[in-house]
């Protein structure tokens, strides 16, 4: 008998009801996702008397908002530190997480695994737990107030040391050995034939590593008290509590700040959430 | 020809160089690492050890240390603001953690199948990720404004409203806790997307033959499958739950640890500790029980689950 056949497919209509309903609900989430994103540029536009109403379309759009912050607070001197910094972290953090990637994934030296498992661990350790220390430490080479401050300890994370070995481990054996076959030393092999190679997981680092930065906030906020070094991120921090009741002000303050960010992030989407994804588990 | 003794002069040869070599590659290694092992050793080992050490002392307005034994420990015990901490900290963990795992893999389940519309609305589920802390913390704030902010006034419109999102003490934390799941999500729908990728196709096709509905296969199939990426998830995110900036940041931005303290998670204690009084051994004796306890949190977690690697029948 074969009466409780099993029915693994339904109709064509049904099939595209219920994908018709699930990408309706998908979209209004997304969308729910991005409201607060969306509010955020709505009232950057309105006019300080519209700030509390309840349109998403401003009546009577203004660039007021974004004229007063870029020129009445310092805020481009913000932007250019947070620029500086980052690209600066991100530069030397690359230069620095490839050799040891390439290092700890392709060269043989005796204490290489406890040398890895030791850089793997730092990856339980985050910044609120060790601040009070760091700031010490860094106190007493005489980096409060300083771009060395904001930069140098930023640069060393597990993590991207970590993802580049793993890609380095995936490369095939042989293409190292034409280069050593021509007599290449290590630092030839490296830099001509390795970073080369790495072009595309580097590039999707920079990104992740230029918005790490560019979006911080407690180490700025932990090494820095002098204005000129501020970064943006200090920058809108402290505008709230100058202009409390200036919400027009402050949403366009913080859209100046996402956009870049956002703007990476459509750009670049494909890289920045693969290797995101694969940092989980591999 | 060749006679036996060169081929033995050539081996003897080949053997030195390798030899050599060996101790090139050697060298080699040690200074590719040596940039990144003394950056990690100066600014995180260094300071880890450093937190152990700085807990035994006391800093007055000078910046002299002298030391003072188990006193800020002792001062940690009779400290009624830092175990309000550790109960705001637990609290926060034990509400963000089964709402990041809900929401991240529901998500992730939604936009599971790879086709455009899909691509787009994971690109707009993962969006917050990519903004900053304290625009997040500004704008969520500037939305939930006593009954005038947008989200205030949805509130009232459905009938919940009425209360304040920060600055009542019962709801402060539960505005807190959204917040950080708005932001995190996506990066767990992220996580779990790869976990999903790597569930065989073919036992999906097995069970619908079968006649497993929907659920059954989401109980039998995908969630067992999943529990090495469930395993990270949580893990992962329970260290951000205790120890993550984005607590601070978001905390820091919003609340300043208040109202009544119903906020002020151990990281925002003990920053305020340090940076505002002054108290850099007291609070690096707060930051180091924080840290033993995060450790013997995870190290029971991974005791009870055998470290992720459940048994399953393959």
Known sequence: MSSKRPQPYFSRSQVTLVRGLWMVVTAILAFMTLFPLLWMVSIAFKPAAESFSSNLIPQSPTLDNFIYVLTGVPFIRYMVNSFFVSATVTIVALF???????????????????????????????????????????????????????????????????????????????????????????????????????????????????????????????????????????????FKSQYSASWNYMMAASTIVAIPTLILFVIFQRQIMDSLKTSGLK | MTTIAETAARRRHAGRTRLSAKHREWIAGYLFVLPDALGLLVFLGVPMALSLVLSVYEVNGFGGYSFVGAKNYLRMWNDPLFWKGAKVTALYAVML??????????????????????????????????????????????????????????????????????????????????????????????????????????????????????????????????????????????????????????????????????????????????????????????????????????????????GGRFHHEQ
């Open chain 2, 97 to 306: 953690v089964p709402l990041l795992y809900v929401c991240g893999l529901g998500l992730a389940l939604l936009v599971q199948r790879t086709d455009r519309f899909n691509a787009v609305m994971r690109s707009m589920f993962f969006a917050p990720h990519m903004v900053s802390l304290v625009v997040v913390a500004l704008v969520w704030q500037f939305m939930v404004v006593d009954k005038i902010g947008v989200i205030s006034k949805l509130t009232a419109a459905l009938g919940i409203g009425g209360f304040s999102f920060l600055g009542d003490p019962n709801f402060a934390l539960i505005t807190i806790v959204l917040v950080s799941v708005w932001f995190l999500m996506g990066f767990y729908m992220l996580i779990f997307l790869g976990g999903l990728q790597d569930i065989p196709r073919q036992y999906y096709e097995a069970a619908m033959i079968d006649g497993a509905g929907a659920i059954a296969r989401f109980w039998f199939i995908t969630l067992p499958l999943l529990k090495p990426t469930s395993f990270f998830v949580i893990m992962v995110s329970m260290v951000a739950a205790v120890a993550g900036a984005q607590a601070f940041d978001i905390i820091y931005v919003m609340t300043k640890g208040g109202p009544a303290n119903a906020t002020s998670v151990l990281i925002v204690y003990i920053y305020q500790q340090a940076f505002g009084f002054g108290a850099f051994g007291y609070a690096a004796a707060m930051a180091s029980i924080l840290v033993v306890a995060l450790m013997i949190v995870t190290a029971l977690f991974f005791a009870l689950t055998r």
């Open chain 1, 96 to 238: 620095f997480h490839t050799m040891a990637g390439y290092a700890l994934a392709r060269l043989r030296f005796p204490g290489r695994e406890v040398m890895f498992l030791s850089i793997f661990s730092t990856f339980l350790v985050s910044l609120p737990v060790i601040i009070v220390p760091l700031f010490v430490i860094v106190k007493a080479m005489g980096m409060l107030n300083s771009y060395a401050g904001l930069i140098i300890p930023a640069i060393f994370n597990a993590f991207g040391i970590f993802l580049l070995r793993q890609y380095y481990l995936s490369l095939p054996k042989e293409i190292e050995e034409a280069a050593r076959i021509d007599g290449a030393g290590y630092w030839r092999i490296y830099w001509s034939v390795i970073l080369p190679l790495s072009r595309p997981i580097m590039s999707a680092l920079a990104i992740l590593f230029f918005l790490a930065n560019w979006n911080s906030f407690l180490w700025p906020l932990t090494i820095t008290s002098d204005p000129n070094l501020w970064v943006v991120q200090l920058g809108i921090a402290n």
